[in-house]
């Protein structure tokens, strides 16, 4: 913008200001302080207000959908089936109507996209994963599981520890209602301590597997062991880091 | 002065050349790419079942990075003049401009060739594309910024896409409502009498053989 120089520059009569380059650096300098403080100040207002007022704002509180195949796999409720299958001593195909009759965890947690949206304050209900695990009966040998969604083209993975972690759940109820299509529904993962692609949608089966098996996002290059805090230390080894 | 009512060729006066239109149309076909593919990727839950989520992301990639351009290759070069000169005018305000954007247009102004509100309103579009083009590549290649940053920029992204939606909404609403300005970013002119009404100064400081068609 040092354009005051320029030969051709028009002659000025009057005394003028560079107002355009200041509300230019202006605004510049707003841009770069919404991206470094924006975060925590969504995360304030939400604290101190309820998530209500933090979704006001742009940006908070809205779940931004994504698909892999651009479809939604349509699975009705009473078609719904998980199969759990694998190094287990009881492969089994659990309905809703048994994950429902299963054990209840619910909690509240926010869901945080490693692309950076997040949606604090989220509502989740469904059945531990370990419940799950522990229903079926994991052999000697075991060491990940491996999901598969309905869409036929997502995978995920965790380690059998990380699988136990008690804010890993099978969810059917998000957000006071059951999980809609869009988020996953009926049934989908909800992996509260990792990145938001760990939680797979349209949950279709559980394999007990003997190695760990990298999902379509860590084939894409996210990592296998998608910590929030990006942690990859000897507590959370990551497998799949080369 | 109405869109009928064209006056002769010797009353007219130049005021976007060429470069400058076909930069304003390229920019207006980009912003339009932008602005409706925008509309599934961030109300995508209200969208029902099935879209092209890829493409449209690809579409809006595409004409984000893309957007910069038609400025930029309107302002390099030889051909880039006018739109150069128009950028100063854009830059440099008199206090009178000040004191009429304070007051909301109340106060009595010699109005440049553009009016001081026409001048916010490019900085403005012209400072959101720079900070659209910025956040948006963050979100695009995120992987080596922290997770706040991401964050944040989710939010600055969205908070200019609203801000330039609603500016882009009123130049349209004011264009449409002002037919011979309207008419010079089709035909390049206006007549001289609606120069010398709204952009005074400007007819004033000009030599008028550059204004000639």
């Known amino acids: 913008m040092t354009i005051e120089s320029q030969p051709d520059a028009p002659r000025e009569p009057q005394i003028t200001v560079n107002v355009g380059r200041r509300v230019f650096l202006g605004i510049v300098a707003l841009g770069a302080l919404g991206v470094a403080f924006g975060n925590s100040v969504q995360n304030f207002l939400g604290d101190a207000f309820g998530s209500g007022l933090g979704g006001l704002l742009p940006g908070g509180d809205r779940f931004r959908i994504y698909s892999i195949t651009g479809n939604y796999p349509k699975i009705t409720r009473d078609k719904y089936r998980l199969k759990v299958s694998g190094l287990v001593e009881h492969p089994t195909t659990f309905t809703l109507a048994d994950l429902q009759s299963m054990p209840k965890t619910s909690f509240t947690k926010a869901f945080q996209c490693v692309t950076g949206w997040r949606v604090p304050d989220v509502h989740w209900e469904g059945v531990k994963l370990s419940e799950i695990l522990d229903r079926v009966g994991v052999q000697s040998g075991a060491v990940a599981i491996s999901f598969d969604s309905y869409d036929h083209a997502d995978t995920e993975s965790l380690s059998l520890d990380q699988a136990h972690l008690p804010d890993v759940i099978v969810a059917y109820s998000m957000l006071g209602a059951p999980v809609t299509i869009e988020h996953g529904g009926p049934v989908r993962l909800y992996v509260a301590p990792m990145f938001g692609y760990k939680s797979l949608k349209w949950l279709s089966g559980i394999r007990v597997v003997d190695v760990v098996e990298p999902g379509f996002w860590e084939q894409n290059g996210y990592p296998v062991n998608g910590w929030l805090d990006g942690t990859t230390g000897p507590n959370n080894p990551d497998p799949g880091l080369t | ?213």
Do not use: C
């Open chain 2, 1 to 213: 002065m109405s869109l009928t009512q064209a006056p002769a060729k010797s009353l007219r006066v130049l005021r976007f050349d060429r470069v400058q239109r076909g930069a304003h149309w390229a920019n207006a076909l980009l912003f339009f790419s932008l602005m409706f593919t925008a509309i599934p990727l961030y109300f995508g839950s209200f969208f029902g079942v099935v879209f092209p989520r890829h493409l449209i992301e690809m579409i809006h990639l595409w004409s984000g990075l893309a957007l910069p351009l038609p400025i930029i290759i309107s302002l390099i070069g030889p051909w880039g003049r006018a739109m150069r000169h128009d950028v100063r005018r854009i830059n440099y305000w008199t206090r009178e401009e000040i004191h009429w954007m304070r007051t909301l247009g109340k106060s009595t102004l010699e109005a440049d060739k553009f009016n001081p509100g026409q001048k916010l309103n490019a900085i403005f579009v012209g400072v959101s594309i720079l900070v659209m083009l910025v956040t948006g590549a963050m979100l695009q290649w995120f992987r080596i910024f922290p997770v706040p940053w991401r964050s944040g920029a989710t939010f600055v992204h969205d908070v200019f896409a609203w801000a330039v939606f609603f500016v882009v909404i009123g130049h349209i609403v004011m264009a449409l409502t002002h037919r011979d300005a309207l008419r010079s970013i089709f035909k390049g002119w206006v007549s001289r009498s609606w120069a010398e009404r709204y952009a005074a100064r400007w007819i004033q400081e000009e030599p008028s053989g550059e204004l000639k068609h």
